[in-house]
């Protein structure tokens, strides 16, 4: 999990819109990459979107996230509950 | 190895998941079939009177074993989560499709590795089946296949299938007069009912930890290039390897393997609609008992047509026996494939639609 600590986490309904907003951040020169959605995330499956810290904006934005997941205080939060 | 702790926590299930298996083999339950979930869940039916083979009729503890395992853990983790909504039908009919394809081949995804496990070479057509479904799978999510997304739903909605299996249990230890049970058979061979019930509980309850599932790992490989999940897969073959080697279980060969045949093409097609109904729905037969225990009332669902499905293989004679697959099972088999890909390409040509 302390790979993760830098990184945001996005959540999507489906892999297919994973996939759609990995095109679309990379056209915006956002780097980021595609994993399984982490087990201390969530007990379903699913595809999520990896992106650094620092491109935290960037993930705010997408309106097709499920959830928006940064490490704060010693946990992760979704920033979408917030 | 990104992620240690969740393949350290995916090993052990498939180990436990593994040795539970040998255990309820060596225990009374059928050969290769320590675990079967498509199998136990047409037993159910059978005992349920849903329908009349004979032979595959009893209330199988392991299934509910399962459910309540991921029930009770993910209650007692706080994972508990009551879903609903996404597109609860199909998922229905493509549980029974999914069934119907399992006993084609005579096994799920779970009873495929344990088949490969004790050398019946006949699984190895499954096997390959089951891949090509899961890559025709990824094909279709990657067109942009979904079935919707599940939304909150009430605690008793969430846990009613856990309370199904509550009253199966009931009837099974105290009215067991109202079901059905098979006196020769796959049906009448059964562990005894505390150690399948156990195992159950065990199982369920690790496969929810680790999110155990035999379609997913395949999947995460090709969709992801990721082998986290397929950690399970392996070790639930490994370990059913090693006990089958030690115990002198281990035959390798097509011929008179327990409860297969030996008709490849239908053993791969059966597997190939298994892999590919498993990816549209999210997870093998094993992972929907898991989620459906954790409040997926999508996946109760899923479990409903399940055990439909297999209440319809053997009504219509479709499920195969020792002997081959059945005409009826290689006309349901196409027809089943035809299907699922026509579902698959409607859902995808209405988001398409949607998106201009």
Redesign the interface.
Known sequence: MDSFADKVIITFHSHYDAVRQKKKLTASAVSCELIPVPRFLSSSCGTALMLDGRDYDAALLIDEAESVNIYQEGRWSDLRQQ | M??T??RS?LAAAGIVTGFAAFILALAGNPGNMGFCIACFLRDIAGSLSLHGSETVQYMRPEIIGIILGSFVI?LLTG?F?PRSGSSPLLRFLIGMCVSIGALVFLGCPLRMVLRLSAGDANAIAGLAGFILGIAAGCFV??????L??ARETNRLEGSGISFVAVLFLLLLVLAPSLLKFSTSGPGSMRAPVILSLAMGLVVGAFA?R??L?FA?GVR?LF??R?S??ITGFIAVFVSSLVFNIASGSFHFGFENQPIAHTDQLFNLLGMFIVGFGSVLL??CPL?QLV?AG?GSSDSAVTVLGLIIGGAVAHNFNLASSTAGATAGGKAASVIIIVFLAFISFTVIAA?RRNEK
Do not use: A
């Open positions: 990104k992620i702790g969740t926590v993910s994972e989560s999510l990657n067109q942009g296949f979904s919707g997304p929810q680790s999110r599932c997913g995460d969709l992801l990721d986290t999940l999210g997870g992972r989620l954790q988001k």
